[in-house]
């Protein structure tokens, strides 16, 4: 079983739109969830964190927790073809310590003018 | 702020040869992460530090991987002998230990080994 799954896509969401990226994760001890955006050829840039239950907004997006579904997901407001990345999940099993992240393989978010 | 910097950010080399990659933290971070990333496997942890000591080294693929940290700063992985399938972009991390443990990237060396 993977540790953290996503759908790869690619992901087509006309610009304006909501994009929602979904991600799930099997260690039911994590307490640290993540939100990555990778442009192609270039490095992970963090977006979003969420550490509790529930939602957490920054600008266009939101970032939603549910523990006990072992789930994670981005909601991406009125869609920019500036957003068209990949989107990596990324998951810590540390709340306290810096352990490493797990990383699930992304979706290709594609944003249509 | 200087972000996590790393070099060479390209590297081509012979199959066999000796390959070094470097990165330097951000100031004041204390926590080190090595990741790989391919097309087949994504991004994949090969080895962190906290305050300069190896935490866990359970992702290094075998032995011809080592990774140092040399200073708080600094921190080299090593390849030898390479092989084509080390083929990957190789990025480095840096955060500070402690809650919330946000992990900032720096802009990887692209691999080829021939």
């Known amino acids: 079983q993977k540790e953290v799954e996503q759908n790869s896509g690619p992901l087509s969401v006309p610009e304006g739109a909501i994009a929602s990226l979904n991600c799930t994760y099997s260690?039911?001890?994590?307490?640290?969830f993540f939100w990555y955006r990778q442009y192609s050829g270039k490095s992970p840039e963090l977006i979003m964190s969420?550490?509790?239950?529930g939602d957490k907004e920054d600008g266009r997006f939101t970032a939603q927790l549910n523990k006990a579904s072992q789930y994670v997901s981005l909601l991406i407001r009125d869609s920019q073809p500036s957003d068209s990345a990949t989107y990596l999940c990324?998951?810590?099993?540390?709340?306290?310590?810096?352990?490493?992240?797990?990383f699930g393989k992304g979706t290709h978010l594609i944003i249509q003018p | 702020d200087a972000g996590v910097i790393q070099s060479p950010r390209h590297e081509v080399t012979e199959m066999g040869q000796e390959v070094t990659l470097r990165c330097k933290l951000i100031?004041?971070?204390?926590?080190l992460f090595w990741y790989r990333q391919t097309m087949m496997r994504g991004l994949e942890l090969l080895i962190y530090?906290?305050?300069?000591?190896?935490?866990?080294d359970s992702g290094m693929p075998e032995d011809r991987f080592s990774a140092k940290m040399p200073n708080a700063s600094f921190s080299t992985l090593k390849i030898q002998p390479s092989e084509p399938r080390d083929s990957a972009v190789y990025f480095c991390a840096s955060s500070l230990v402690g809650s919330p443990t946000e992990a900032f990237f720096g802009q990887g060396t692209r691999l080829t080994v021939v």
């Open positions: 969420i550490y509790s239950n």
């Open positions: 100031s004041g971070h204390n926590s």
């Open positions: 260690d039911r001890v994590s307490q640290s």
């Open positions: 530090f906290n305050n300069n000591v190896p935490i866990d």
């Open positions: 990324a998951v810590n099993k540390g709340g306290g310590g810096a352990d490493g992240l797990t």
